[in-house]
């Protein structure tokens, strides 16, 4: 049996699963403000008080595997609150000055985080007659210049997508410096080929991490050293603990996408329209092939970011017009051919009517108000990878897929997959306007069960 947690503002939803995914046993508890440890702690005690009538329950063992789904690191963004400082530095030389580092961040954000930033000579392109030389004494000398300023280093590289051995350098330099104790994220790991977003990407990740090594470790004491715990990720998927402390920034998001997965494992729909419906707020998103449909234009806490996150329209809840906005929010989630069902769920699904106009279907699923534990519970672990190749007559394409796969299966691995049973996507090929030659974006996705301890 899997049990999933979904740690939300006003409530802390619980849910025991069986090896088919049925529901064995649902809770909800309060949750205690800014304290999720305490909250799945609390969640926990009350899961394990329940059981199906006639049925032998999981009693207070502890459990095997717990996947949990959080939005302490998404509320640390928008709040400001308990973030790291964080110093900025960009490989990428002239051609990367024209937009300083956090340029177009509130105030507020780039205050709370911001350490110092440094732009440096190196970076390059598609081949290695196009790059310039990682200026290796001006990163010894931004880093040595941080020493008891900074928590944690961001390095972005120009075209580090494509080749990140400038960032590693960097890296490096940076640990020479400063030592072990500082967290450094690269850009490389987390974000696309655009530069801007893949930086901020970048910093948040790294200003998170303080936050995401105490989640870890509450998370770890509250549920119990023998089970494998794990944490949702914003692109529908799950990773484990030791991950969640690399790159805390993937986390964002994964809340949501946890509901959208409930949604799915309730109904046994792989796409449709969901709303998530809250104390305060109605969330309104898509599922596509089972998973969240992707924001192409993430943002969070007024910051463009390349993270994998749900796109998502948020509708206030309650008042007059309340039903007009929430069918219209639908429409705009809706693909261009085709009307799919809209399935409601969360705490408040009960108040949205069994008809909305320009809705085809709307769908009330049973336990769909702890839909975030359930798809929690329901998800496997995942990893992506991506990669931007320019295709010419010299081109491997094959063998390049069979990388990206493969590094796909990887970053699956890393997450806490269990290597036998990871499978991966087919290879996704976007073309990219505006380059030189035929430029391809290439994403795969691989997941599967949790390695188990």
Known sequence: MITGIDVGPTHTDAAILTGDGTPWATAKVPSVPDDPVTSVRHALAALHKRQRPGHPGPGKAEPAQVAVGLRGPAQAVVERKGLAKVAVLRIGGPAAQAVRPLFGWPADLRDAVRAGTAVVEGGGGFDAAEWTPLDTGAVAEFAAALAGRADAIAITGVFSPVDGTQERQAADIVRRELGDAVHISLSGELGPLGLLERENTTVLDAALHRLAADLSDGLRAAIGASATVLVTRGDGTLMGLDHLRRHPGLGLGGGLAGTLRGAAALTGLPDAVVADVGEHR??????????PQQALDAEIGGVPVGFWMPDLIRVARGGPHARHALAEAVDRMQPAAGRLPLVVVGGGAGEVPATLPGVAEVLHPEHGAVAGAIGAAASPVGGQAERVVRVDPR????????????????????????????????????????????????HARASGPAHPL
């Open 282 to 291: 109605v969330r309104v998103a898509a599922l596509t092939a089972g998973f």
């Open 395 to 442: 081109t491997d394409l094959g063998a390049v897929l069979d990388e990206v796969r493969e590094e796909a299966r990887v970053s699956a691995v890393r997450a806490g997959a269990d290597p036998r049973r990871v499978q991966v996507s087919d290879v996704t090929r976007t073309p990219l306007p505006y380059l030189p030659s035929v430029t391809l974006r290439l």
